[in-house]
């Protein structure tokens, strides 16, 4: 069952605290870009996230932010769901094979758009989702603001996401708590000679029976040679006694992402899988008990990276030991070799360790929410060696 969805009150106060942080950094005007698989930006802002058609959103460094959509269908859509009441439509954000409308379609350009919204031509416009703005999108903007400086702004709204505020955190404990189900449901079905689809297919049933929209990211089991991707996709390949299987699993629920991982065997662990399992472990371990508030995050990389050392595997690892998470399954705050940022309470974190020594590949994955002295631990069924 699924909880009511958040205030409106709640969106005003993240769009006052983005407006802050503009204010801060001489930024006019904040353009966030949202797709059905890169939806986080709108729903964080305004509630709405879309499909087939493409948002933007539009936050003025005062006054009211604005919810671009593309279409018809999609203005309607935004109308009942988007939790901001300025909706406008840009063509331009229609979806790649977009029909040729029968009733007439008025649509506006940045150019008409940005004076109703700023009541002036902006200086500097920040871009959210810079690395995936389109380019059209992007011309439309330098018709309207010709002399703006635009800057990449992606560090100022993961700023804002970054410490959750408690209306978020019921959302986020089920997020997780659905995905620990989902991994109890595929870990007791699994069996030799069932294909890694098969598996899969067990866990999202369960998440969506629990209420989860679906998942922040394609979920995968893999198998024997395949563990030694970081990314996979679960294939046909059916799974055998005493090898190594990988379960990355991720919930949807509420826009709010719940994410575990868990390497296994039926039977027995191979050997070599087995110690690089203990190791990831000693990692986690060590992880949970060093994320409080106050502590650098540079100096929990400094800690992972010299048990990796201690065994050898420094080479192993692709990345640091947590990662933040929330409306997408990563939100910044990478615990890597520069992280010059303390842990905060409800900052929410993702202990993600990755290991592979190219014949074998797991990860251990669970979610953590800093409190007031340490953490609350999200899920954590069976974080130890698993053979079934």
């Not at 190791?279 to 986690?284: I, K, R, Y």
Request: proline residues 6%; contains cysteine; glycine residues 8%.
């Amino acid at each position: 069952m699924r909880q009511s969805s958040l205030p409106k009150e709640e969106y005003k106060r993240r769009i006052s605290v983005l407006q802050k942080e503009l204010r801060k950094n001489n930024i006019d005007l904040f353009v966030g870009y949202s797709s059905e698989t890169e939806s986080a930006t709108s729903r964080y802002l305004t509630g709405f996230w879309p499909f087939f058609d493409f948002a933007g959103v539009l936050v003025p460094v005062q006054g009211e932010a604005a919810l671009v959509t593309g279409g018809p269908e999609s203005y309607d859509f935004a109308k009942r769901f988007s939790k901001i009441e300025n909706i406008q439509i840009n063509p331009l954000f229609v979806e790649t094979s977009a029909p040729e409308w029968v009733p007439q379609v008025e649509g506006k350009s940045f150019r008409e758009i940005l004076p109703e919204i700023l009541g002036t031509t902006p200086k500097v416009i920040g871009i959210g989702n810079y690395n995936i703005f389109p380019f059209p999108i992007l011309e439309d903007l330098k018709k309207a603001a010709p002399n703006a400086d635009i800057v990449p702004a992606d560090a100022l709204l993961l700023k804002v996401q970054a410490v959750k505020s408690d209306a978020e955190i019921p959302y986020i404990k089920e997020a997780y708590r659905i995905t620990e189900e989902a991994m109890k449901a595929a870990l007791n079905a699994a069996a030799p000679g069932m294909e890694e689809w098969e598996l899969e297919s067990i866990a999202r049933r369960k998440m969506l029976e629990l209420g989860a929209e679906g998942m922040p990211y394609p979920s995968w089991v893999c198998s024997g040679p395949n563990t030694v991707l970081s990314l996979c996709r679960s294939s046909e390949r059916k799974i055998r006694e005493n090898e190594l299987v990988q379960f990355t699993f991720g919930t949807k629920y509420m826009g709010y992402c719940g994410n575990m991982c868990r390497p296994f065997a039926i039977g027995k662990v191979p050997d070599k899988a087995r110690h690089l399992m203990e190791v990831a472990l000693e990692a986690t371990e060590y992880t949970l008990k060093t994320i409080r508030p106050g502590v650098p995050g540079k100096e929990i990389f400094q800690g992972y990276h010299d048990i990796l050392s201690k065994y050898g595997y420094e080479e192993f690892t692709l990345y640091g030991p947590a990662h933040g998470t929330g409306s997408s399954e990563v939100e910044g705050l990478w615990l890597s070799e520069n992280a010059d940022f303390g842990i905060e309470k409800n900052m929410l974190f993702n202990i993600d360790i990755w290991l592979s020594d190219g014949n074998y590949g797991l990860r251990f994955e669970e979610g953590v929410l800093v409190t007031d002295t340490g953490i609350e631990i999200l899920n954590s069924y069976k974080r130890e060696v698993i053979e079934l």
